[in-house]
Every structure is written in structure tokens, then in C-alpha cells.
């Protein structure tokens, strides 16, 4: 199971760190995702951390502002967002690739987490 934490009400430029914290897997042996969606829209792929370390972003709007990384002796995956802009704005959520580098596929999504970036 996922559970994702850390959201919340900040401001324009502000900063937010997600945490997605795993029972009954062992994160460093899978990939891990970050996905975010606004209600009515499409939920859309933030960025991905393979079990080597590997890390991807797949939005250029979040490149050079979120980090993904990952805590082995934790279990956790961490999402350090920067700069937030009121785009950024929706539920956050983790989940488990099917395999151990990134991919398409994923699994095991967690409950979500609420970033609202407003002044």
C-alpha cells in the first residue's frame, strides 16, 4: 500500500514536499511514479524514479522546479516541489510500476494528496 502526504495550501513561488511512504513493497525495487489531476481533466505522468535511481520528469513545466527521489532506508519516495505556480494546482498521487524502470504501467496508487498554489 501508498500513502501520500505533504500537500497543502502554499503560495505563488512557494515550496511543498510530497512524501509517498510504502507498506508491503520494497520501493528500491520498483519504480515509483508522481501523477497529478485537476477534476475534469485527464490525470497526467509528473515524474518517475526506477529502482536504480534513475529519475525522469515528464512534464517540461515541472523540469528545473520538482525533484523525485527516494529514501531506501525509509521506504519512501519524495516529490520537492519548487516555484509553485497556481498550475500546479491538483491531487498528487504515487504509484508502483509493474517493474523495476519506468514505464507506461503502474499499480498500487495511493489515496492522493491536495497541492493548491493560491495567493
Known amino acids: 500500500q501508498l500513502q501520500a502526504s505533504g500537500g497543502g495550501l502554499v503560495q505563488p513561488g512557494g515550496s511543498l514536499r510530497l512524501s509517498c511512504a510504502a507498506s508491503?513493497?520494497?520501493?528500491?525495487?520498483?519504480?515509483t511514479g508522481w501523477f497529478r489531476q485537476v477534476p475534469g481533466k485527464a490525470r497526467e505522468g509528473v515524474s518517475c524514479?526506477?529502482?536504480?535511481?534513475?529519475?525522469?520528469y515528464d512534464l517540461d513545466s515541472v523540469k528545473g522546479r520538482f525533484t523525485i527521489s527516494r529514501d531506501n532506508a525509509k521506504n519512501a519516495v519524495y516529490l520537492q516541489m519548487n516555484s509553485l505556480k497556481p498550475e500546479d494546482t491538483a491531487i498528487y498521487y504515487c504509484?508502483?510500476?509493474?517493474?523495476?524502470?519506468?514505464?507506461?504501467?503502474?499499480?498500487?496508487w495511493g489515496q492522493g494528496t491536495l497541492v493548491t498554489v493560491s495567493s
Open positions: 524514479i526506477s529502482g536504480n535511481g534513475f529519475t525522469i
Open positions: 508491503g513493497v520494497t520501493l528500491a525495487e520498483r519504480a
Open positions: 504509484a508502483i510500476g509493474i517493474g523495476y524502470y519506468c514505464s507506461r504501467n503502474f499499480e498500487s
